[in-house]
C-alpha cells in the first residue's frame, strides 16, 4: 500500500467519532460506547459470539466508525477467522484507525491465510508503528516476496530489514533469510535452530524450521518440530495437514490416525484426508473401512496410483473382486512388471470370469511369488474351459517356470498338462505324490490320471501304495477293486470293495463299484437290485439313475426310470442335475418336443452345467426352432466364447441365414485363441461363400491330401475353382459333395457348374432329378421352376403349385405363378395369386403392376389405376411399370396427368424410347 497518514487526518476523524457518538447517545436506548464496552466485556468472559454481536451493532449504528471494526477484526484474528479479520481491519485503516495499530493485525491475517500479493503491498513501516513490529511485520512481507518469486524486491526489501535496530526473534528470522535467498539451506536451517532456543514456542520460528528440515531431507526432525507446533498451536489447521501428511508418508500411522480424525471431523468429504485414512485403516487390517474412505477420495477427485493401489488392495482382502478389478485397472498400466498389484488384478478377473484379461496381465508376472504357480494354473483351467488353449499353454509354460512349486501346485499343474496333451502332465502328477504322499487329493488325482491314459499296471503300485500309507481309506481299496473288474478278476475285486464297505469316507464310490462288478459279470438283475437299494437312502444320486436306465433301457424296461425321474422332479425342480438326466433320457428316446419343454424354463448362466447347453440347442435344432436356438447359441457363445459346440451351433445358425460376415469373423475369433482344423476348414468354407478365393485357398492347401478327400472339403474347392473361372475343374469336386449331401446349397452349385461348362440340357435334367428326390428343397424347386418357363409354362405352373404346397406365403413364386396364369388366359387363378402376392409386399411395384394388368384384361382399369396410384409417389425402377402407368392414363383420357409422367422421368433404355413413341403417336400427344 504504502500510504502516508497525516497527522491532522487522524486527528479531525477522531473528533467527529467523538461528535458522531455523541449524537447517537442522545436518540438511541445505547450508544456506540454502551455497544463497546459490553462488547468488550463479552470478550474478556471468552463470549465471542455475543461480543461480534454487540460490535456489529456499534457498526450498524455508525458504518464509518473505525474503532468497532478494528476491535471486530482483532476478535476475528484471535479466533482464525482471517478473511473476516482482513475484511475489517482494512475498513477500519480506511476509516482512520492508526496504521501502527492494525498493520501488525492485518499483516497476520494476510500470512495466515495467503493473501500474498496483498501482504506484499504492507507499509512495514507505517507511522507509529515499533521497531519490533516493523520487523514482525517485515518479515511476512519478506516471506510472500519470496513465494510470490519477487525476489528482486525480496533483496531490497531484506538489506532494508537489516537495518532495523531489534533483539527481537523477527530479526533474527530475517537475518536467517540470506541464507534462504541464497539457497543455503543448512546455514538457514542452523540459524533457525539457534533462534528456536531464543523463541521455542514462537509459530514462525517453527514453521521455518519445519520447512528447513524438510529442505533437509530430515523428515524426523521436522516431525518432531511439528508435533509441538500443533500442540502449541492446535487450530492451525494447515500446518496440523501438512503434519499429518508427513506423518503418512513416514509410515507412522499410530500418530497420524488421531491427526486425521480430528481433520475429518471439519470436513469428512474430504479426499485427501479419505485417503490418509483408508491407508491407515487398511494397514490396520480394517479393509471395508478402507475401501469405504478411499472410494469417498476417489468420489471426491482424487484419483492418484496410491488411492486406486491401496482401494484395490483393500477391496482384494475382503473378496469384492469387482471393486478389485475396478480401481487396479485404473493403475495397472503405471505399475512396475511383476508387481503384487498384478497378481490381485488377475485374480480378481479371474474371480469375475474375465480370463482373457487376466492372461494379458499375468504375462507381466515373472513368477517369483509362492502363490504364483496357483494362480497360473488356475488362470490356464478357466482358460481351457473356456477354449483358449494358446493361453492356457502360456500359463502352463509360467507354472512350469516357477521354481519353489509346491505338491499341490504341480499336481494341478499335471492335470492342465493332461487336459492339454501333453503327457508329461503325468511325470508332474507323479511327482506330486511322491512329495506329499499323505495328500489323498494328490493321490487320487494320479490314480485317474493313469486310469485314463491306460496305465493300469501303474495304477495298480499307486493304489496299493496309498492303501498302505493310508489303511484306513476306502478310496484306494475302490480304485483297486475298479482295476480288478477291468482285468476281471472278480474274486479279488469282491474281497477288496467288502473291506472298503467297513471304512469310512467312500459309501457311494463303493456303491458304484459293486454295481459295475455285478455288470462285469453279467448279473444284472442283481444290478439293478443293488441301485435300487442305493437310491433309497440316495434319491436324488444322478451317478446311480443313470446306472439305472442303462440297466433298464437293456431289457426295454427304461419306462420305470422316467417315471421315476418325473416324479423326483415334481418335488424337485430346482435340481439341474435330476432335469438335465431326464433331458438326456428323452433326447436318446427321440422325445424332442419333451426335451425342450424340460429345458425351456432353464436359461443358462455360468453356473449351469455344460450339458444342458448341448441338449437344449440340439433339441431347439431338431425341432426346427431357428429363432430359439440362434437365441440359446447366442447366449452360450457370449458365455463360452471358445467352447467348440456352442462355436459350431452359432456357424451353422450363421449358415443357415446366409450371414457369411458373421460366420467368418467367429471362426477367426476362435482360431486367434484355439488352433482346431475343423474351425479352419469352416473358416475356408465362409470365405468360399463370400466370394473370397485366396485365403481359402491358404486354409485348403495347408490340409493333408486325406484332409482334401472328405466331400466337405470337395465342396469347398468346387467353389474356389467356380470364384477362379475353372468350372471344369470344379465339376468332379462337386459331384462328390454332392453325393455325400444332396442339400440345396450343393444342388445349386452343381447347376452352376453344368451351365458354365455350356452342358444346360444336363444342367436342367439333374435339377428335376434332384427336386423329385428331395421335394422340401424349396430353393432348387424354385430355380427350376424358372428354368422350365422358357421351354414348358405349364410345367413351370405346376412346379410353383407344388411349391406353395409348401411354402404357402412365398411372394416369389406367387408373384410368378399370377403372372404365368395371366400369360395363360386364365384370369381369375392369376388375379387370386397376385392379390396374395400384393398383401404380402404392398410397396413392390411389379408384383402391384402384375395385379393392375389382369385387372385391366378383366376390364376394371378404375381398379388398376388405383393401385398405380397408391405407388406412384415411391421410385418405380422398372420402366416397364412406370410406362405401364402411363399408358393406363391415356386410356383414361387422362392425358395431362400422363404428359406430367413422362416429363417427370428420364428414360435411357432404346425399348422405352420406342415405346414413348409409339405411345405418343397412338394417342396424338
Given at each position: 500500500?504504502?500510504?502516508k497518514?497525516?497527522?491532522q ?14 449524537l ?11 455497544h ?14 455475543a ?36 475484511k ?8 482512520g ?13 494476510y ?12 507499509d ?20 510472500a ?27 533474527g528470522?530475517?537475518e ?25 514456542s ?17 523428515q524426523?526432525?521436522?516431525i ?12 492451525d489447521?494447515?500446518?496440523k495437514f ?5 506423518l503418512?508418508?513416514q509410515?507412522d500411522?499410530?500418530?497420524a490416525?488421531?491427526?486425521v ?19 491407515i485403516?487398511s494397514?490396520?487390517?480394517n ?6 474412505h ?12 496410491v488411492?486406486r ?6 477391496a482384494y ?15 495397472a498400466?503405471?505399475?512396475?512388471e ?22 494379458a496381465?499375468l ?9 504364483d504357480?496357483a ?9 481351457l ?7 492356457a499353454?502360456q500359463?502352463?509354460e509360467?507354472?512350469e ?11 494341478r ?11 508329461t502332465?503325468?511325470v ?14 494328490s493321490?487320487?488325482t ?12 501303474k ?15 476306502a ?6 477293486a ?14 477288496l ?5 467297513k471304512?469310512?469316507g ?8 459293486k ?9 444284472f438283475?442283481?444290478?439293478v437290485?443293488?441301485v ?11 451317478q ?27 418335488t ?8 438335465l ?5 428323452y ?14 424354463s ?53 449358415d ?25 476348414l ?7 461363400m ?7 485357398w ?30 471344369e ?18 444342388a445349386?452349385?452343381?447347376v ?15 435339377l428335376e ?26 410345367t413351370?405352373i405346376a ?11 412365398n ?8 403372372f ?12 387370386t ?8 409386399q404392398?410397396?413392390n411395384a411389379?408384383?402391384v403392376?402384375?395385379?393392375?394388368q389382369?385387372?385391366?384384361a ?39 396427368l400422363a404428359?406430367r ?6 428414360f435411357?433404355?432404346e425399348?422405352?424410347?420406342?415405346r ?10
Open positions: 500500500m504504502n500510504k497518514y497525516p497527522q487526518i487522524f486527528k479531525r476523524s477522531s473528533i467527529a467519532v467523538l461528535l458522531l457518538s455523541s447517537l447517545t442522545g436518540c438511541g436506548d445505547k450508544s456506540i460506547d454502551a463497546l464496552e459490553d462488547a468488550r466485556a463479552y470478550v474478556q468472559n471468552q463470549n465471542n459470539a461480543a461480534i454481536v454487540e460490535y456489529k451493532n456499534a457498526i450498524q449504528m455508525d458504518p464509518n466508525a473505525a474503532v468497532p471494526r478494528f476491535e471486530l477484526g482483532r476478535l476475528y484474528l484471535q479466533n482464525d477467522n482471517y478473511v473476516s479479520a482482513e475489517e481491519l482494512n475498513k477500519a485503516l480506511e476509516l484507525h492508526p496504521a501502527s495499530e492494525v498493520i501488525p493485525l492485518l499483516s497476520v491475517a500470512q495466515q491465510s495467503g493473501a500474498e500479493n496483498a501482504l506484499g503491498e504492507v512495514y513501516r507505517a507511522e507509529g508503528m515499533t521497531t519490533v513490529e516493523s520487523a514482525e511485520v517485515g518479515f511476512y512481507k519478506l516471506q516476496l519470496v513465494q510470490l518469486e519477487k525476489l528482486a524486491e525480496a533483496e531490497a526489501l531484506l538489506d532494508d530489514l537489516l537495518t532495523l535496530d531489534t533483539q527481537s526473534v523477527y530479526k528470522l530475517i536467517s533469510y540470506q541464507y534462504v535467498l541464497s539457497e543455503d539451506y543448512t546455514q538457514a536451517l542452523s540459524a533457525t535452530e539457534a533462534l528456536r532456543e531464543q523463541a521455542p514462537n509459530k514462525d520460528v517453527l514453521l521455518q524450521l519445519a520447512r528447513l528440515y524438510l529442505l533437509e531431507q530430515k524426523v526432525e521436522a518432531g518440530v511439528y508435533e509441538d507446533y500443533t500442540k502449541a498451536y492446535p487450530k489447521v494447515t500446518s501438512a503434519y499429518a501428511a508427513l503418512i508418508e509410515r500411522l499410530e500418530r490416525e488421531p491427526v480424525d480430528e481433520l475429518l471431523t471439519l470436513n469428512e468429504a474430504h479426499p485427501l484426508l479419505n485417503t490418509f485414512k483408508g491407508i485403516e494397514a490396520n487390517g479393509h471395508a473401512k478402507a475401501l469405504a478411499l472410494e469417498t477420495a476417489v468420489q471426491n477427485g482424487r484419483n492418484d496410483q488411492v493401489l491401496v482401494a484395490g488392495f483393500s482382502q475382503i473378496q469384492d473382486f469387482e471393486a478389485a478389478q475396478r480401481h487396479l485397472t485404473m493403475v498400466s503405471r505399475l512396475p511383476n508387481h503384487p498389484g498384478l497378481r490381485m488384478l488377475a485374480d480378481s478377473m479371474l474371480q469375475l470370469g474375465e480370463n482373457d484379461e487376466a492372461l496381465v504375462n507381466r508376472v515373472e513368477g517369483g511369488a509362492t502363490t504357480a494362480l497360473f494354473s488356475k488362470a490356464g483351467y478357466q482358460l474351459r473356456e477354449g483358449n488353449v494358446l493361453g499353454k500359463m502352463v509360467k507354472t517356470a516357477v521354481v519353489d512349486t509346491s505338491p499341490e501346485d504341480l499336481a499343474l499335471g492335470v492342465l498338462q493332461l487336459s492339454l496333451n501333453d503327457v502332465g503325468l508332474n502328477i507323479e511327482e506330486a505324490v511322491q512329495r506329499a504322499p499323505e495328500s489323498t487329493a493321490q487320487n494320479l490314480l485317474r490320471a493313469y486310469i485314463a491314459t491306460g496305465e493300469l499296471d495304477a495298480k503300485v499307486a493304489a496299493s501304495e496309498w492303501r498302505d500309507q493310508a489303511p484306513t481309506e478310496l484306494p481299496l475302490v480304485y483297486l475298479s482295476i480288478a473288474i477291468v482285468e476281471e478278476d472278480f474274486t479279488t475285486a469282491t474281497d470293495l467288502n473291506s472298503a464297505q471304512l469310512e467312500a459309501d457311494k464310490e463303493v456303491a458304484y463299484a454295481v459295475k462288478l455285478l455288470i462285469a459279470q453279467k448279473q438283475a442283481d444290478a437290485t443293488l435300487k437299494s442305493h437310491l433309497k437312502d440316495n434319491p436324488s444320486d444322478v446311480a439313475l443313470t446306472m439305472w436306465y442303462a440297466l433298464e433301457a437293456r431289457e426295454n424296461n427304461d419306462g420305470v426310470v422316467v417315471d421315476y425321474l418325473e416324479k423326483q422332479l415334481a424337485q425342480s430346482a435340481d439341474i442335475d435330476l432335469r438326466l431326464l433331458a438326456r433320457i433326447s436318446r428316446m427321440g422325445e424332442v418336443a419333451k426335451n425342450n419343454s424340460l429345458l425351456a432353464v436359461e443358462g448362466d455360468e453356473s449351469t452345467p455344460m450339458a444342458f447347453w448341448n441338449l437344449k440347442g440340439q433339441g431347439l435344432i431338431r425341432a426346427n426352432e431357428v429363432g430359439k436356438a440362434k437365441a440359446l447359441f447366442e447366449r452360450w457363445v457370449a458365455f463360452y466364447p471358445q467352447d467348440k459346440n456352442a462355436v459350431l451351433g452359432m456357424l451353422l445358425i450363421l443357415s441365414e446366409n450371414n457369411y460376415r458373421d460366420g467368418l469373423a467367429l471362426t477367426e475369433k476362435v482360431l486367434a485363441k484355439r488352433p482346431d482344423a475343423q474351425i479352419s469352416l473358416k475356408a468354407y465362409f470365405h468360399a463370400m466370394g473370397q478365393s485366396k485365403p481359402a491358404e486354409v485348403v492347401n495347408g490340409t493333408s491330401d486325406e484332409v482334401q478327400a472328405l466331400p466337405f472339403v470337395r465342396g469347398i474347392l468346387a467353389r474356389l475353382y467356380v470364384i477362379d473361372k475353372q468350372p475343374q470344379a465339376l468332379e469336386h462337386a459331384e462328390v459333395a454332392y453325393e455325400a449331401t444332396p442339400n440345396s446349397d450343393m445349386l452349385l452343381m452352376a457348374i453344368l451351365e458354365m461348362t455350356g452342358k444346360q440340357a444336363e444342367a436342367l435334367s439333374f432329378k434332384h427336386v423329385d428326390k428331395t421335394p422340401d428343397d424349396v430353393r432348387s424347386a424354385m430355380l427350376l421352376a424358372e428354368r422350365q418357363i422358357g421351354s414348358d409354362k405349364e413351370a412346379t410353383y403349385e407344388t411349391i406353395l404346397t409348401k411354402t404357402p406365403d411372394f416369389v413364386v406367387l408373384n410368378n405363378l399370377a404365368l396364369s395371366f400369360q395363360n388366359g386364365n384370369l381369375d387363378k392369376a388375379e395369386m397376385a392379390k396374395k402376392a400384393v398383401s404380402l404392398p410397396e411389379d408384383s403392376d402384375t395385379l393392375a389382369i385387372l385391366i378383366k376390364g376394371d382399369k378404375e381398379a388398376a389405376l388405383k393401385l398405380y396410384s397408391d405407388i406412384a409417389t415411391r421410385p418405380i425402377l422398372n420402366d416397364e411399370v412406370y410406362l405401364n402407368h402411363v399408358e393406363l392414363l391415356l386410356q383414361m383420357d387422362k392425358q395431362a404428359k409422367r413422362l416429363a417427370s422421368r428420364e435411357e433404355k425399348v422405352s424410347l420406342q414413348i413413341v409409339t405411345l405418343k403417336t397412338s394417342y396424338g400427344l
